[in-house]
């Protein structure tokens, strides 16, 4: 189906700076440069620079991000490891495949990690937290900080989201031992395919991670120090990246008029909840702009046929998909979200005009139709 408001527009996107990502890739191709060359390391120089934090490493994914994370934390069979129930699969997966069991706990009203819950979760065999930075908003890092340095836990923060947000002026993903961030095509920051990287300040870290992503092999000596991955960045993602880390900053801040615009058009809508949370301390990138209604399912449907494209993260709570055998927590907040969320239109690609559209559409759904919705009926 072709939308008049597309959730994100790849060629558009692509289209807007053909020029430079055409040049960054013929020159990587015409030099040969295809595996841990200099585009790589240029990259992440320049990610470690703009996360505030020593090193950055690039790996081939987020996931792998947050397994080899968990390995430089020394996770691994008979740990528990804590992180929030309302996130992607992924966070949880890395956790199992590291060997611990993931403790899933309920999220708070602005979808990050219930401080709270948190502390009530640790155990002795507790080893350390994944605070997801969801849709674009840092957790209160202080009060994770303080839980994880009480009980002497690891945090591994989950950045996926949330490259360029911060918290009390410190960006995600310099906060904990790492931040592992996503290059999925459709994060804000987003590659060719799929990429990583795993930011730190610990040395040894950053060192056990660039072994671990290319089989374990000590470069220098040719000796395999570990079992490791096949997980690279490739170095033509690298340098594309490169180009695309420049415009971030600007990228975001179109994000952000957006969500004021979202704000101002959408404010005062009875049974509709928007993303703005208190907080001068929080600078917010909106990956996502998640709104929430009990007619979620409803609204999408009329968007649909009005030709404003929606997604929905995530319909169902992980320990509902029976096959992945998590434990069921009844957490009434991830289950309501559940029912309830749905992402608008939020990109670099995304126009305000976009935005007015998708604004009185949903407009148009709550006014015009409220005897409808008062009754469950739907419009
Ligand atoms: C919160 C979160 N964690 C982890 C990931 C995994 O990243 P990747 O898809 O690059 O493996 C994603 C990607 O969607 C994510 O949104």
Redesign the pocket.
């Known amino acids: 189906m072709n939308y008049r408001v597309p959730f994100v527009d790849p060629k558009e996107h692509y289209r807007r700076i053909k020029s430079e990502i055409d040049c960054a890739i013929t020159s990587t191709l015409g030099n040969g440069d295809l595996v841990l060359r200099q585009q790589l390391r240029d990259f992440e120089q320049h990610l470690a620079e703009f996360v505030g934090v020593k090193y950055a490493v690039g790996v081939g994914?987020?996931?792998h991000a947050?397994h080899f994370s968990l390995l430089a934390a020394g996770v691994g069979q008979g740990d528990e490891v804590i992180t929030v129930a309302h996130?992607?699969v992924?966070?949880v997966s890395a956790i199992v495949h590291s060997g611990a069991k993931p403790i899933l706990v309920d999220v708070a009203a602005d979808y990050n990690m219930d401080v709270g819950a948190l502390e009530a979760a640790i155990t002795s065999r507790t080893k350390a937290i994944i605070p997801?930075h969801?849709n674009g908003r840092v957790c209160d890092m202080d009060c994770v900080m303080a839980v994880a340095d009480k009980h002497r836990l690891h945090v591994i923060e989950?950045a996926?989201?949330a490259l360029g947000a911060s918290f009390n002026g410190k960006k995600a993903g310099s906060f904990g031992l790492t931040g592992c961030f996503?290059?999925?095509p459709f994060k804000a920051l987003g590659g060719l395919g799929?990429?990583?990287a795993v930011t730190t300040d610990d040395p040894e870290v950053a060192r056990f991670v660039t072994l671990l992503r290319f089989n374990g092999e000590d470069r220098q000596t040719g000796e395999f120090l570990h079992h490791g991955y096949t997980a690279l960045l490739d170095n033509v993602q690298a340098a594309v990246l490169d180009v695309k880390l420049r415009y971030l900053p600007s990228w975001i801040e179109h994000r952000r008029k957006m969500a004021s615009l979202y704000r101002e058009g959408l404010e005062g809508i009875e049974g509709l909840r928007l993303p703005h949370f208190p907080g001068d301390e929080y600078y917010d990138s909106y990956q996502n702009y998640v709104i929430q209604t009990q007619h979620r399912d409803e609204l999408r449907q009329y968007l649909r046929d009005l030709g404003v494209e929606t997604l929905v993260h995530w319909a169902k709570p992980l320990w509902e998909h029976k096959d992945l055998a998590l434990e069921n927590h009844g957490l009434p907040e991830t289950e309501s979200i559940c029912r309830e969320v749905i992402s608008l239109p939020m990109s670099a690609e995304t126009t305000l005009e976009h935005v007015k559209v998708t604004v009185s559409s949903i407009r148009d759904f709550f006014t015009a139709q409220p005897i409808a919705l008062q009754t469950g009926v739907a419009p």
């Open positions: 994914s987020g996931y947050l996130t992607f992924a966070t997801v969801l989950d996926a989201q996503s290059f999925y799929d990429g990583g």
